[in-house]
């Protein structure tokens, strides 16, 4: 897939190696050319963009944090249509809170602001250290990923596959309601419980009880 | 420990079954005679009190509708140091969502409501089926609890335990804001998605990644 990478932090960052050495087309997004040439020097296997090339990508990845999501959407040109991941946590100041409350989440704002984009929320509720390195004594951690369009779910699995978590689709989008609590709850426990950051949630199942 | 059940449906029902067979002493509280009378047909091994009773209890567990829980506190004499366990789900009329936002919990707004009460969040992010029953290949399901006292967590460890889950303190009481949307996405899963009951979020950990 051509992947298009907004926010190059740690799960960005780590998201554009792994997706990239599974052989899809990575672009990073650049807004100046300071940025460009520094990204040029950390990734250079991948291409590097300004904003107004995305539109060429089949997939953009959202990886800023939450307050530089509305700009940076705003600042990528032709999303309709195409599958943007959203990979935020609306998170205050301390991060010790949402600042989003239960009747709203990150992902449906941000599908208000890209309303024809099919918006898939993703990699969000574990740390960016587990990114392809999320073996547990053979068993993989979960990726859960929730969006209303299921075709873009299906290529989004593909991706959370090659990120080394094992995809569980939890539903539409307004799920992303739960997945940010739960990404808030993997943070408290990782950073304020000091639990580190060797952990995740999995849904385990069984065929009848 | 000497327990009183507010509210005998599916959870509280299978919680003073499982909790009697570990031999706690268990009261369940019913707001008249008939419905006293259907208690002790239903639960031949447990005493029957009145809300007022609940003062000779150590532990009391609040299995209410979310909608009933206020009422129900207020019926009751002498929580005052006792252990508190919220169980209840701040659900919408058609539990399609929760009815309070991400910056409050039921659990918390139950810590309002008996500020001196020691309140557990525990028993609420998975079906009551699973209580005694969540064997999963040899993995037990987790129950997850969070509260602002250690002594009151301790208890409700062992109380987790016996009623067959794996017990996780996931920290203090404000983390409700986590679990409750935790068993929003539960309760979607199960009746909306369609995935049945026979599954449940576990936090599984290694030591060093």
Redesign the interface.
């Known amino acids: 897939m051509k992947i298009a990478i907004l926010g190059t932090g740690r799960i960005g960052g780590a998201l554009a190696r792994l997706w990239q050495g599974h052989g899809h087309e990575i672009a990073l997004v650049a807004r100046n050319e300071e940025r460009a040439q520094s990204l040029r020097n950390d990734f250079p296997r991948c291409r590097v963009i300004r904003a107004s090339a995305c539109a060429k990508a089949e997939v953009v990845a959202l990886c800023m944090p939450w307050n530089a999501a509305e700009s940076a959407l705003q600042s990528v040109s032709g999303l309709d249509g195409k599958v943007l991941i959203d990979c935020t946590n609306p998170l205050n100041a301390d991060a010790s ?2 600042i ?4 709203a989440s990150a992902a449906e704002q941000i599908q208000e602001w890209a309303p024809k984009a099919k918006v898939v929320k993703a990699f969000n509720s574990l740390g960016a ?2 990114l392809g ?1 999320a073996d ?2 053979g ?1 993989p ?1 979960d990726g859960f990923y929730c969006g209303d369009d299921a075709e873009a779910k299906r290529l989004v699995a593909v991706l959370v596959q090659d990120a080394g978590l094992h995809p569980v689709d ?2 539409p989008l ?2 992303a ?6 990404a ?2 993997w943070i ?2 990782a950073l ?2 000091k ?1 580190g ?13």
Chains 1, 2 share one sequence.
Not at 100 to 103: F, H, K, P, Y
Not at 177 to 182: A, I
């Open positions: 809170g949402l989003l409350d239960g009747t250290a587990l390195n547990f004594a068993v951690a939890v539903g307004k799920n309601r739960c997945l940010e609590p739960l808030m709850l408290d426990l304020h419980q639990r950051g060797n952990f995740a949630f999995k849904l385990i199942s069984r065929e009848r009880g």
